[in-house]
């Protein structure tokens, strides 16, 4: 869990800071959703690691003749076995996403990552053989400084991870806007429905409410606030080609600032509502009325 939490961590830090135009297709890897679960493997996994070694440790250095149990040992090595089934599995992956086209530094720094893991997993396992099991003359001192590195660079990725996911503060206000847009989304298709049915724009977002095939819309509301979203009508129903057209704006308020693809929380959110500045955004939007005769360009009769 240490060594798959730190490598999903490091590749989401890696993927924010060295963008790629490609890393639409493989933002997810960099998404906050897993950037944050990564760091909160981490802050488990971590200190329980490091106790029971210490606790492992402890036990041998009290007891110079002690023997490790050969439950133990075999449990050791096929942990050591998972971990490096995991590995070559996320290497083989950093090598097909080379040869599928990304660029050399982003390939350069997860391959280094890998390795980095790898080499401290066994490089390790490899001096804790040796003393547990060998019962050779290992010095202390240099489980000591493996120890503080490895929590060293623990610490720097969780803080980078941070960098570039945000606070927790900041991924509520994500959730909100993410809230905001499906919300607007919504409503967008319930008022195309809604003008294809009555062949005209609804007044307000209470015409809604008021017919009971759309109380279902009605609830859409802002989830910080409660205060409706903002309706205003930009042209009434007119002739536009071969086909009667309406148009719209819906608004919200929202917290952050997702305008670019790379800040937005995963790779399938591209909708024109999720694409936001901070504070009070407003997007158009156009309905198509179906089988309606137009009058004087403005008004709509249905077709008998």
Known sequence: MFATSLGMLLYGVINYFFKDKLSSYY???????????????????????YLAMRFWFKRFREDDGKVEARLTKWITYLVLLVAAVT?????????????????????????????????????????????VQYK????????????????????????????ASGSPKTERMRSFDD???NDLQSLASCIDSYANERKALPESLEDLTADSAYTYCSSRRDPETDNPYEYKII???????????????????????????NNRNSYY????????????????????????????????????
């Open 27 to 49: 933002s997810y890897n960099s998404s906050s959703e897993t950037i944050h679960y990564a760091i909160a493997a981490l802050i488990i996994s971590f200190p329980l690691y």
């Open 87 to 131: 590995i070559v599995g996320d290497l083989i992956a950093v090598i097909f996403s080379m040869l599928q086209g990304e660029i050399t530094t982003r390939f350069f720094l997860k391959a280094l990552t890998i390795f980095m893991i790898a080499g401290g997993v066994f490089g390790f396992y490899f001096l804790e053989r040796k003393k």
């Open 136 to 163: 050779k003359d290992i010095a202390r001192k240099i489980f000591v400084t493996f120890g503080w590195a490895v929590a060293g660079v623990v610490g720097i990725s969780i803080i980078l991870g941070f960098l």
């Open 179 to 181: 809230t905001r847009a």
């Open 235 to 261: 042209n009434k129903p007119y002739k536009s080609g071969e086909v009667t057209k309406g148009d719209f704006e819906l608004c919200a308020n929202f917290s952050l600032d997702l305008k670019t693809s």
């Open 269 to 304: 959110d591209n909708s024109k509502w999720s694409r936001h500045g901070i504070g009070m955004e407003c997007d158009r939007e156009s309905v198509v009325i179906k089988n309606v005769n137009v009058i004087d360009g403005t008004n709509i009769v249905p077709q008998k």
